[in-house]
């Protein structure tokens, strides 16, 4: 089965549910469709905060939702943008 790619609409952002910090961003498909992904955080130090490239394995979400907030399976999605390279247009 051929992988739906998404593209980020916006720039990943710190967001958190409690004390549980993690990265979003939103993103469409070709059609149009409109899903939020999430990247879970994998080295959580402060003083790394400045450089966020190592935060999150970034070509790997950890949680892809669809416009109506259901859960998809993130091993069925691709990115075609790097979430985190400065000279990425989105």
């Not at 992988?3 to 980020?8: A, D, F, G």
């Amino acid at each position: 089965m051929a992988k739906t790619t998404l593209k980020l609409t916006q720039r990943p952002y710190i967001d958190s549910i409690g004390s549980d910090p993690y990265y979003t961003a939103l993103a469409i498909d070709i059609q149009g469709n409109d899903y939020t992904v999430i990247w879970d955080i994998i080295i959580d130090d402060p003083d790394s905060w400045d450089d966020n490239s190592n935060m999150c394995d970034w070509d790997s979400p950890s949680e892809i939702f669809d416009k109506n907030g259901k859960e998809l399976d993130v091993i069925n999605y691709q990115l075609d943008n790097d979430p985190i390279n400065k000279e990425t247009k989105i």
